[in-house]
């Protein structure tokens, strides 16, 4: 299964060389970018050398980024599955960059933009970066917090999560009771707790869990120190997907969903 493919545009911004224009440019409103504080912004479409890009449903969803009055630039933390795109990956790390506005240019830590589009719902910019023809558009959305990765998967203290379904090389397999009673615990101080509903089903054990491979793993460890090492394909704050080859070589993934 290919794994963790980035395509964050915090990725361009930090590996290709800037340019700049000498020309005037036309000048944008730019309380349309912050509003009076911040103002989000969602995904919709994204081209690189003038061919569309395919973009999963996860990352529609949680691609984001916010412009502040305070001249931050904050992008969104994730991990998706890019189905039904393919059966690759995609992650963002989030992260703060500064930005400077010049006319319809903008300055993100030396690399500038063009906007070509900015109204009350709608931003599209595209890169000015020689080589790198990126062009993007998003949509307005609400101000939330963008959580990192110990948040979604532990919440501010704990979260529970449970089995939506489970596939075996690329085959959904059935849940059982018993799997369908399972509950994972975790909490942000790396504790975990596996509990049944069904307590004909198992008794309750803890452990511990961390990521591992900059958080492109998610290790499990047991109450008797075994641990279950598993590709970390999805993790936002709605859903949970982990992978890995059990021992007659098969490759299971576990969809998990918040209690």
């Known amino acids: 299964m290919k794994y963790l493919v980035t ?4 990725a361009l911004l930090l590996g290709f060389a800037a340019c700049s224009e000498d020309e ?3 000048s944008v409103d730019v309380a349309l970018l912050t509003g009076t504080s911040e103002r989000t912004w969602k995904i919709v479409s994204r081209k690189f050398m003038n061919v569309e890009e395919c973009l999963g449903t996860c990352e529609l969803n949680y691609h984001k980024m916010k412009f502040t009055t305070d001249k931050e ?5 994730y991990t998706c599955m890019t189905a039904p795109c393919n059966s690759g990956t995609s992650s963002s790390d989030g992260g703060t960059l500064s930005w400077t506005l010049n006319g319809n240019m903008l300055n993100i830590m030396g690399f500038e933009f063009e906007i070509l589009t900015l109204t009350q719902n709608t931003f599209e910019w595209k890169s000015k970066t020689p080589g790198i023809d ?3 558009t998003y949509t307005l959305v609400a101000n939330e917090p963008f959580p990192d990765r110990t948040e979604m998967i532990a919440g501010t203290s704990q979260k529970t999560w449970k089995y939506e379904k489970r596939v075996v090389n690329e085959t959904e397999i059935a849940l059982t009771d018993c799997l369908r009673s399972a509950r994972f615990t975790n909490y942000t101080n790396g504790a975990l707790t596996t509990w049944y509903t069904n307590e004909a089903c198992g008794v309750t054990t803890e452990g511990s869990w961390q990521f591992a491979d900059w ?4 290790h499990s460890i047991r109450s008797d120190g075994s641990t279950i090492e598993f590709d970390l394909l999805e993790l936002t704050p709605a859903r949970m997907v982990i992978g890995y080859t059990n021992m007659t070589g098969a490759y299971v993934v ?3 969903v918040p209690e």
Do not use: K, R, V, W
């Not at 630039?73 to 933390?77: E, K, M």
């Not at 958080?215 to 998610?218: K, L, R, V």
């Open 7 to 10: 395509l964050s545009l915090l």
């Open 24 to 26: 005037e440019n036309p």
């Open 73 to 77: 630039l904050i992008f969104s933390t």
């Open 134 to 136: 990126l062009h993007e």
């Open 215 to 218: 958080e492109t793993q998610y």
């Open 254 to 256: 576990l969809y998990q």
